[in-house]
Each structure stands twice: as structure tokens, then as C-alpha cells.
Nanobody, 119 residues
Framework: VQLVESGGGLVQPGGSLRLSCAASGMILSVFSGSTKAWFAQAPGKQRELVAEISSDGTTNYAESVKGRFTISKENTRKRVFLQMNSLKPEDTAVYYC???????????WGQGTQVTVSS
């Protein structure tokens, strides 16, 4: 199983990016039953939860991104997305996708995608 992130890049403050994470080699039942999340790790800081979406669609966001970021998923394509609007320089980080399924005992991470917010 591999989680492959894409969509990162350089954007000006106030801009938008859409991150995508594709689960390759994961059976659909594991994907659909997983909690999917995006984490961010800025230079010199610990990896922190940005947003998560449970198998029933319940979402949870870090206070710093509420109202600006939206997490979503497409079960049939086994993808999870992070729509990032009104980006700020402090959002600059490597963003990682995570999918964990307690029932199956699986926990997968992607390799990360760099997001840089700078003028």
C-alpha cells in the first residue's frame, strides 16, 4: 500500500491550493473504514494534525485552519483531499496524508508534499 500526495507548491498569501492523496494498493473496505487525516510539519516543529475525516464523514479541524481548509474524500477513487484557501505564510509546511483503520489494524502515511506560502 502506498499513499501518494500531490498538489503542493508555492503560492502567495491569500491564495489557494488543493492537496490530493491517493491510496494505491488499498482494498476499498480498508479505505472506506479508515480515518483519513492531513498533518503538517513546519521546519523545526513537530508534526501536527490539520484536519481529519472519519469513516462516517465526521470532520475535525485544527483551530488555526477552521473556516479556511476543507477535508473531503472520494471512496470510489480512494482519494482524500484538502482544499486550502486564504493561505498564510504560517501554513508553510510539509503536508502528510495518513489513513488508519483500527478494525484492520492498519496505519499508513504518505511521503509528504511541500506547501510554501510566500510573496
Amino acid at each position: 500500500v502506498q499513499l501518494v500526495e500531490s498538489g503542493g507548491g508555492l503560492v502567495q498569501p491569500g491564495g489557494s491550493l488543493r492537496l490530493s492523496c491517493a491510496a494505491s494498493g488499498m482494498i476499498l473496505s480498508v479505505f472506506s473504514g479508515s480515518t483519513k487525516a492531513w498533518f503538517a510539519q513546519a521546519p523545526g516543529k513537530q508534526r501536527e494534525l490539520v484536519a481529519e475525516i472519519s469513516s462516517d464523514g465526521t470532520t475535525n479541524y485544527a483551530e488555526s485552519v477552521k473556516g479556511r481548509f476543507t477535508i473531503s474524500k472520494e471512496n470510489t477513487r480512494k482519494r482524500v483531499f484538502l482544499q486550502m484557501n486564504s493561505l498564510k505564510p504560517e501554513d508553510t509546511a510539509v503536508y502528510y496524508c495518513r489513513m488508519n483503520n483500527e478494525w484492520y489494524g492498519t496505519d499508513y502515511w504518505g511521503q509528504g508534499t511541500q506547501v510554501t506560502v510566500s510573496s
